[in-house]
């Protein structure tokens, strides 16, 4: 693994101008934090795996409305806190415990391994965080992950 410190504010930024280009007609995608920088150390590769799965996730299932990156931090101030929210149709109350699991698919006819989320999982887990469905969310999807500052 190879760390090295990171303006997550930039990065996140530029990530999300960099996927506008894939969005359907209809799509918006957002990018918002309170802070003008935020410095983590990271494996910027490993990173860009986790943000690039959960924002081609969101596009996949937003038909219209929007996909919003959120970076944030928690309440003790220890971890940074980033969030990517769509308005998409959301996950099933059924699939939600297993969303995590190796080859779980949410739909078989769409096109993926169902992989996705468990690499993000054991990346995410690797840097230091964890990362969940915000089940309170209830207009789309929500993913939270947590990333030490």
Request: hydrophobic share 40%; with cysteine.
């Amino acid at each position: 693994m190879m760390k090295e410190r990171v303006d997550a504010v930039s990065f996140l930024s530029s990530m999300v101008d960099n996927m506008r280009q894939e969005l359907k007609a209809g799509v918006s995608l957002n990018f918002t934090s309170p802070y003008p920088s935020l410095n983590i150390n990271t494996d910027v590769n490993r990173l860009i795996q986790v943000m690039m799965n959960l924002i081609q996730n969101a596009m996949k299932h937003t038909e219209q409305g929007c996909i919003t990156v959120a970076l944030e931090k928690d309440p003790g101030n220890t971890m940074a806190m980033i969030s990517v929210t769509d308005t998409g149709c959301g996950i099933p109350e059924n699939l939600r415990k297993v969303l995590f699991d190796r080859f779980d698919k949410r739909e078989e006819f769409i096109q993926g391994a169902g992989m996705g989320l468990t690499v993000c999982q054991t990346i995410v887990e690797f840097l230091g965080g964890r990362i969940w469905l915000d089940e309170s969310y209830q207009s789309g999807a929500r993913f939270v992950f947590t990333h030490p500052l």
